[in-house]
């Protein structure tokens, strides 16, 4: 068995290394995004206009359906305290 200095198996440290640049990759598209808009990094600081233009931008960036007037009144500290049930129950598309 062959192990990682951290005590991980070779497969599981290259697995967490993967998931680190994936991670990395999600971070760096959420900044560029936020410096577009012009709006704060942090989504609980989000005014219920800057949920709207982060909506449209995301479902513009990656062609999914619009959801954008179902939160139309929620500011980013709301949006982000919502579970995923929660979140898809507001939904249009469910």
């Known amino acids: 068995l062959d ?8 497969e599981e440290h290259s697995l967490e290394q993967v ?10 598209d959420i900044e560029t995004a ?3 808009l012009n ?9 219920p206009g800057n949920v709207q233009k982060w909506l449209l931008w995301t479902e513009h960036q990656y062609r999914l359906p619009p959801v954008g007037k ?4 929620l500011a980013g ?3 982000c305290a919502m579970s ?4 898809r129950q507001r939904s249009p598309l469910g």
């Not at 998931?19 to 760096?28: A, C, F, H, I, Y």
């Not at 704060?40 to 005014?47: E, L, N």
Request: with cysteine; hydrophobic share 45%; net charge negative.
């Open 3 to 10: 192990l990682a200095p951290s005590g991980l198996t070779l």
């Open 19 to 28: 998931q680190s640049m994936v991670v990395g990759e999600v971070l760096k």
């Open 39 to 47: 709006i704060t990094a942090d989504p609980v600081d989000w005014s």
């Open 84 to 87: 995923e049930e929660q979140f």
């Open 77 to 79: 500290k709301e949006l």
């Open 70 to 73: 179902a939160f139309q009144e």
């Open 34 to 36: 936020c410096k577009l």
